[in-house]
């Protein structure tokens, strides 16, 4: 599976951005999505995460509330809409897939991964 992220860019605090992941090579229907995202000099962290139906996302605390993932499995893409956007929320985003359907926030269950595509928030 190869996983293409876009949508990301340079936005105001407060503002919102919607990032897409397109999947090509196969399906990713019967598959768990999640998103993550790694700032400067810090480790790749856990940002939300869907299971192959779209029931019970879930989300780290941090973006509780403000950030929405999603899944068209008829076009075999994942997003993730961010709301009330905060210069913390600053990183690069990738989008991963698991070889299985259940949800998991460890980066090391993830087989799949995206470039990456680079989210910065201006204060």
């Known amino acids: 599976v190869q996983l293409q992220a876009s949508g990301g860019g340079l936005v105001q605090a407060g503002g919102s951005l919607r990032l897409s992941c397109a999947a090509s090579?196969?399906?990713?229907?019967?598959?768990?999505m999640g998103w993550f995202r790694q700032a400067p000099g810090k480790v790749r962290d856990f940002v939300a995460a869907?299971?192959?139906?779209?029931?019970?996302?879930v989300y780290a605390d941090s973006v509780k509330g403000r950030f929405t993932i999603s899944r068209d499995n008829a076009k075999n893409s994942v997003y993730l809409q961010m709301n009330s956007l905060k210069p913390e929320d600053t990183a690069v985003y990738y989008c991963?897939?698991?070889?299985?359907?259940?949800?998991?926030?460890?980066?090391?269950?993830?087989?799949?991964w995206g470039q990456g595509t680079q989210v910065t928030v201006s204060s």
């Open positions: 991963a897939g698991r070889g299985a359907s259940v949800i998991t926030r460890a980066p090391n269950a993830y087989n799949y």
């Open positions: 869907i299971s192959w139906s779209g029931g019970a996302p």
């Open positions: 090579g196969r399906s990713i229907s019967t598959t768990a």
